[in-house]
């Protein structure tokens, strides 16, 4: 290609043209074709021409250029030579500008800048012209180059001295725009530090102060998002940027503390803890007065700021951190004399207004420095406690104190420093309120923060009153934690002392008692000092006790130490816990027990791993006759939490008829629902192959044969099957639906059919289904939807029924899709007065869809006020009454215009609902009749 | 408006009423008891502080009387300090908030407790005249500060 004058002519001639040009250019440089400076002189014409228009484009094309060149390609002559150019450029035409800016930005990433370049073009742009008087772009794309200067060529810059630092102040200050300001501030904070301030930095300063506290509110548009928060923290950190700054930081949080916006305040505050984390403690001290002046006036106001507050907290224990970190240590003593002694007067007085305020201060001291302030803290409590006027108030709140202050000391490992005879005289006196009924829990809970440091005499008293605590019948305590920190420490000892005494006497307590003791003792099953000890009385009680209540108040204390438990699966193989169970069960008749005996089986059995759970199962299933009501609930807890994984194809066959044979010839209402849940379950699980499938159609079949004998019974079990295939999303479940939706039409078996779809949508909490499909209740929706469509038009009662239990369950937002045609079912559903179940049901998805003020319903409201009003005396249910007010308060949330027509009737009709004989439906009628009062009455 | 009583004495709120078995049985009928007319107007705001009065105490369900049976209901109200301009006010809002809440069955009698008001006889006069009750929320402007002081926020 040759490159003429007229090649560059047309080249120049659009901004698209330039910018394809220049890659051309750039890849013709790098290939040798033409060189740099041959390059500048060609298009000398346009760069020397009179047109300002000309030079732009000119300078344009040379930027793009040396833009899209390899870093390395030029040398030092070349990139000297350019630069000297550009620098000439500058005292162009303002126009010029923005495309020199381009081309040094392209210049000073170069791998060979000679170093006097740099300075060649400072010296030259700041005598032409500034940075503030350029456009955005521009001005980000300068401080670009500041930063990069600054960070590549920091000693020869250093060189220039004040004059450097002059020009960069005056470049940055009085910037405006946010994403300007946000780069100044990030990398303002390296340039402070390593760029010496001389006399300047009380004007480095300003021009950062200017900005605080920050007052920004971003808009919504804005594609980058910059937050007030961003700002504020990163203007703090050039606030803090250099020791120097410090004396005018004071002055700045002093004058911004006394501002009524909180903003100002809690900025203030967190500047103060960043100076306190950035400077050094002997700049911090001379001030130290002063700021502690300030900090007090936040702190003991009485203001309930509650941001304010934590804000200087945390100002005022990094402040007094500052002082235990330095190495002078007398330092932090005098800080925390100046702040003990403002508090410890108010701490000497429980009813002082500002005693929380204080007791909040005084737990920072003794976070900062936990020796001394807890020393002096503690003491000045000993003397309160010591006076006689001491109420039993103050002596909780100085306990609850208390307890704080040991906690921090043994958080910040400083528990052994406050363990002096000062230390076990305030225990003494703790000990002697532990008689007080009133105040012996604060006190155990106080000491169980420092069990480290309460000597044995004290601890055995702790013991003997715990045992009290435990075994009095009374009251209602949780020392569970308090018992989980001694037997931290000491657990042989609490062993001895407490739990084995407790134990001994179990036989001797009441049922309550019992209780409590079992609760409070669960979660030391994680110590293994307890295991064995706790395990072996549960299970001592469990099948030797001959009392049915005796038995079923230790399973259910297993069952929660079980599932506190960390190792099931290791209890289960220490204690037996399952084969136990298995043994006994046969002895047990009582369904509670039985239920509880399945429930701790599903508990071991869903805290095992895969491999042991399929151990488990084959060692015990194969002995298990499910004709036998016990064995039924045992193989329910067995196989009821399976993992999906454990194949069950080998006994399925064989399970499923023994389960169908319960369920359809048993009386037992217990047994049989236990059946059903574990046909379900299995149902679901099973691996889709065409052996199950087989047998599954089979026995659908089977059991549509005794439906049509006319079996209610049947009919249930199928709904359950029909469940356990759905929410796996086998192809077969539509078709079982589907036969289910006929029956809504037989003579005797419509109503087994209605409870049938409640069966299906219902979630049972017992109900362990490992293979769910994707959005199967979105799909039951539309089958059932498709299924008996034709019977919700001609509003068939039955069918609306069961249509009420599948809308209950089908996700809201599937509803709103389809509201224009399950709309005037629902509508419907609420004039059925019989069905509690399904007034109940329509009522609460109307009220789903008022809430969100749904168009559809907004354009029906008239209609389903005066349905509502209907509900609101409806006898049978004071839940359909209090869901129907609800529903007509919520009403109230569409807009003044739509409801005001609509007030006068709901006023006069929500009477009667105020004397209604139950008083939560009068509190409801209260609250929804006032709500309507108010409606275009309030401006 | 300059507040009259500038800090007034700020008590603790009672406890929720406590769900018992009876409350869930449908069969059984709950009468009205003081409890539950405290309950309607204890969340009452007060027109000048932030508080509602309950916490001022210038209703307490010991002042409340009720008579099921007959259908009355008294009560009695006590405003902070003796000169207390709003009185009226108060005794007002007690009286609409009873007015929207309770059956039309009970008659309500507000008055102010005895001996604590300066202008007591003066202002159980009006609050007694339904007249002037009826007056009273014809008049915009009262009625929407009265509004204000009943809505639960």
Redesign the interface.
Known sequence: MEFTEQFFQDALKTDESIEANSSILSREINNGKITISKFVEQIGFALTSQSVDQRVKGTQILSATLTKLPKDFLNNEEVSFVFTFFCDRLKDHHNVIPAVIDGITALISMDNVPKECPMQFLSSFFQNTTVQSQTRDDRAKLLSILEALTKRWSEELKTLGGDFVYNVINSIDGERDTRNVDFIFTFMPGFCKTFPLLHLAEEMFESFACYFPIDFNPSRNDGRVITREDLAEKLADCLVASEEFFEWDVALIVEKLESDLTVAKVDSLNLLSRCSEAFSSSTITPYFEQLWLQLKNQLLSGTDNSEVMSSALKALLKLLENATNSTDQSLSKSYQTQVLGTILPILGDANHRLFNAASSVALVCVSADPAFASEKILSSFYLILEGDSCKTEEKTKILAISSQIFRICSVKKSLKSINTPETEKLHARFLELLKDKETSLSVLLCLQECLPIVNEDFRKAMYSHMIQVLTNDDEEVDISTILWNFAKFYPQELHSECIEKVLRNLPIFQLSVKAKIYQNLSSLVNIEHFEKPLLETLLFNIFENPSINEQILALNALEEVLSKSNSVSKLDENFCIVESILKNATKASNVEVLENFMKIICLVVKNCSLEEQIELTGKYLPNLNLNSTSDLYLTKGLLGNLHKDVSMDEHFEKLITDLMNTSLKSDDEGARKVAHLLICSLVNKVESKSANKSYIRKIVAFIKEEIKKGDKKAVELLSWIAKGLLVKGDEDAADIVEDLAKLLDHPTLSEAAVLAFDVISFEYPGLHLPVVKFLFKQKLFHIVLKKIWDKLEAFSEHHLKAFGYVVLATPHSVLKMNIEKIGPVLFRCLDLQDSTDTLRNSLRICHNFIKEQDEYFKLHLTHLVKQSLKLTTYP???HVRINALELIEDITKYPEFVVLPLKTDVILGL?GS??D????V??AA??T??TW??IG??? | MEVENINPSVYSKAKQRAHTAA?DD?N???PFDTR?IF??IKNINDPEHPLTLEQLHVVQESLIKLDNDQNEVFINFTPTIPHCSMATLIGLSIRV?LL??????FKVTVEITPGTHASEAAVNKQLADKERVAAALENQNL??VI??C???L
Request: net charge positive; proline share 5%.
């Open positions: 049978k249910s004071m009477t105020l004397d004989k139950k008083r939560y009068r509190n209260v609250k009749r006032n009062f108010l009455s309030l401006t | 409350d449908e059984l009928t709950d539950e309950d309607l908030k929207r809440s309770l059956p039309p069955r009625a929407e509004n204000q009943i809505r639960v």
